[in-house]
């Protein structure tokens, strides 16, 4: 099969890579511009061989903290946007994955999420995978497990402001939920990808500080509302056998990979 990767060079499309056993095309920024309808365009009409797009590209900033930059970060959601709607445009066949806020529309990420769940919802050829809380190998380092293994290692307290429910999914599970509907025909246009078990974010941080070995003070200023986790039985229904990795499993793959030189 070949198979078009878009945000190949991020964490999610770095793994694919390393997962699907097919013809990829991996292109980057500067070779394919998602966000130029006639760059797309060109693509696909060159290269009319790709039958299907795994669609995992945005824009940056993706750090949180860079939206103080209003200007900035509403172009990073515009942008987003119009990659989804370029590549639906063309592409004959799509697996887009989104974040798990989409179906509750909660700031602009949530709203940027949910304009281009409505786009995939239209559409006969296209999967939408909403993913929860991806952790793992490759991971922004301002990810909560990320920040708190680099608090560990600086002897430094983990600060939680809002301890919460938390859904998550270990990214090479996700990679391997890519694979399988990559060859796999679904009966649902969405499905939510997360563990069947949300957590809470001192209990991650706990998880970290064992697989770590270390002690430092975890700190909670406030709890807040639970996260919106999502059902995940349309994914059960449609992988029955599917076992997740565990949380320390995850974590210690992801501390073993990035923390331990």
């Known amino acids: 099969m070949n198979i078009l990767i878009t945000g190949a060079s991020g964490s999610i499309g770095q793994q694919l890579q390393r997962r699907l056993h097919s013809n990829l095309y991996c292109p980057s920024h500067a070779e394919l511009d998602l966000t130029q309808y006639y760059d797309v365009k060109w693509y696909f009409e060159r290269y009319p061989e790709i039958e299907l797009v795994v669609h995992c590209a945005v824009a940056p900033p993706r750090r949180f903290s860079e939206r103080r930059n209003d200007e900035e970060y509403g172009q990073k959601i515009n942008n987003d946007i119009c990659m989804a709607t370029n590549v639906l445009r ?3 066949r799509v697996i887009v994955v989104n974040t798990g806020v989409a179906e509750h529309i909660k700031g602009d ?7 281009i769940s409505s786009l995939c919802s239209n ?37 939680i402001h809002q301890n919460r429910f938390m859904s998550y999914i270990y990214i090479g599970d996700l990679c391997d939920i890519i694979a399988h509907f990559a060859t796999t025909a679904t009966k649902y246009k969405q499905l939510n990808v997360a563990d069947p078990f949300p957590i809470t974010m001192v209990d991650v941080a706990t998880e970290c500080i064992q697989v770590a070995n270390k002690e430092v003070e975890i700190k909670v200023e406030g709890n807040g509302e639970d996260y919106i986790a999502g059902s995940i039985w349309k994914l059960l229904d449609e992988m029955p056998n ?8 995850g974590l210690k793959n992801l501390y073993e990979t990035t923390y331990i030189l």
């Open 242 to 249: 599917w076992t997740p990795v565990s949380l320390k499993e």
């Open 123 to 159: 559409l006969m050829n296209v999967l939408e995978l909403r993913a929860f809380g991806v952790y793992g190998p490759g991971e922004d380092k301002d990810r909560f497990p990320s920040y708190c293994f680099r608090q560990i290692l600086n002897d430094e307290p983990i600060i």
């Open 90 to 92: 063309f592409a004959p």
């Open 109 to 115: 990420v949530g709203w940027s999420a949910h304009v």
